[in-house]
T-cell receptor, first 112, second 114 residues
Framework: KQEVTQIPAALSVPEGENLVLNCSFTDSAIYNLQWFRQDPGKGLTSLLLIQSSQREQTSGRLNASLDKSSGRSTLYIAASQPGDSATYLCAVFRASARQLTFGSGTQLTVLP | NAGVTQTPKFQVLKTGQSMTLQCAQDMNHNSMYWYRQDPGMGLRLIYYSASEGTTDKGEVPNGYNVSRLNKREFSLRLESAAPSQTSVYFC?????????????FGDGTRLSIL
């Protein structure tokens, strides 16, 4: 059974800091890995998707990496802003099971 | 650009009542999913439909039924609601044949069972 773990569960940083969110998974036979953002009371917004053959993806101030052999992914946020405050969720998709397995998320607070 | 639309957004039920959560997508996706989100537990898959006419159980299917009405619509039914089913329910859709495409989520249905 695939298990996904996100550390830390919560993180508070001052504005302008660079930060890293961590995600680990137990089964390396993945199709892709997805990072989502969730604002309070809202649905999930896709941030980055890394296919199993890729090592990283970048979008603006966000960079996500994938190391399948070690079962790890990181989401790097550069020059954090208060508007980045949200919960960040990592999820892995296994083609064999046709489903996403989610971590429990990291709640990020960026202080002005 | 509607994407994935869920109705209702909020609902309060009494134990034993039944209800159906509706979901529709306009992206021509083959696959649709129902998740529940509980505090501190992330999202857990209830049921999914890989294509029109097929449905499969996910991680937590007990107490739920689903119907893939057509390619656009995928409904979730609670036959006899229980307090343990108090949660936020999300519907999602995707085209899993394309590995570079993410799942798209609705805004959720917040359900309370008294």
């Amino acid at each position: 059974k695939q298990e996904v773990t996100q550390i830390p569960a919560a993180l508070s940083v001052p504005e302008g800091e660079n930060l890293v969110l961590n995600c680990s998974f137990t089964d390396s036979a993945i199709y892709n890995l997805q990072w989502f953002r969730q604002d309070p009371g809202k649905g999930l917004t896709s941030l980055l998707l890394i296919q199993s053959s890729q090592r990283e993806q970048t979008s603006g101030r966000l960079n996500a990496s994938l190391d399948k052999s070690s079962g790890r992914s990181t989401l790097y946020i550069a020059a954090s802003q208060p508007g980045d405050s949200a919960t960040y969720l990592c999820a892995v998709f296994r083609a064999s099971a046709r489903q996403l397995t989610f971590g429990s998320g990291t709640q990020l607070t960026v202080l002005p | 650009n509607a994407g994935v639309t869920q109705t209702p957004k909020f609902q309060v039920l009494k134990t034993g009542q039944s209800m159906t959560l509706q979901c529709a997508q306009d992206m021509n996706h083959n696959s649709m999913y129902w998740y529940r989100q509980d505090p501190g537990m992330g999202l857990r898959l209830i049921y999914y439909s890989a294509s029109e006419g097929t449905t499969d159980k996910g991680e937590v299917p007990n107490g739920y039924n689903v119907s893939r009405l057509n390619k656009r619509e995928f409904s979730l039914r609670l036959e006899s609601a229980a307090p343990s089913q108090t949660s936020v329910y999300f519907c999602a859709s995707s085209d899993p044949s394309r590995s570079n495409q993410p799942q798209h989520f609705g805004d959720g249905t917040r359900l309370s069972i008294l």
